[in-house]
């Protein structure tokens, strides 16, 4: 449900029980959050069966969620483990792709460069563009000395991956080892 579809929910709950706290912000978008995964049509439904029960108080939220109306909530969407936004399953993995790129530019540009980057501005660029920046300032990256071996040599690869370029996936390895008979990462 959305906003507007809460509001005539309390329209309607308000009407049949005038102790209902309505007014309450606070209620309201706790409810507005409970219900934001329902559908509209089940929720109204259920508040329909309510009223035929003839209960004397307001419907709590969770009387007018229930397992009939589970199995009608949307699968079809999944939130982004990364900035929480909301997203269908067919879009999920482009959309973490740019997501993760664009969290880890942001936390290499602050930490090495001490530049913060707008996310915002950077969600805006098509693409093209947006790939086209990411590379260079993955490039970029590759110089910085705080870097360890196997940092450098895995963007390295990365770079060289994306242009189509073999990898060193021997000197990859090697960097692998000596961490792991270290007790290190190098």
Not at 9 to 27: A, E, G, M
Not at 110 to 130: C, M, T
Not at 139 to 145: S, T
Not at 156 to 179: C, T
Request: charge should be neutral; aromatic fraction near 12%; proline fraction near 1%.
């Amino acid at each position: 449900m959305n906003r507007e579809q809460v509001k005539t929910l309390f329209k309607r709950i308000k009407v049949h029980y005038n102790t209902f706290k309505s007014k309450d912000q606070d209620v309201f978008d706790e409810w507005c959050r409970r219900l934001q995964d329902y559908k509209a049509n089940g929720v109204f439904d259920n508040f329909d069966r309510y009223l035929k029960e003839q209960h004397d108080e307001p419907p709590k939220v969770v009387d007018l969620i229930n397992e009939f109306i589970r199995i009608e909530k949307d699968f079809n969407s999944i939130n982004c483990t990364i900035c929480g936004r909301k997203e269908s399953l067919s879009n999920y993995d482009n959309h973490f792709s740019r997501c993760s790129s664009i969290d880890y530019i942001c936390r290499s540009s602050k930490k090495y460069f001490g530049q913060v980057l707008n996310k915002q501005k950077l969600w805006e660029l098509s693409d093209e563009v947006f790939e086209d920046k990411y590379w260079k300032f993955c490039k970029k990256l590759v110089d910085v000395q705080e870097l360890s071996n196997l940092e450098k040599l895995s963007l390295r690869n990365a770079i060289l991956s994306h242009y189509g370029q073999e990898v060193d996936g021997v000197a990859f390895i090697q960097e692998i080892s000596k961490g792991i008979l270290n007790g290190t990462q190098s």
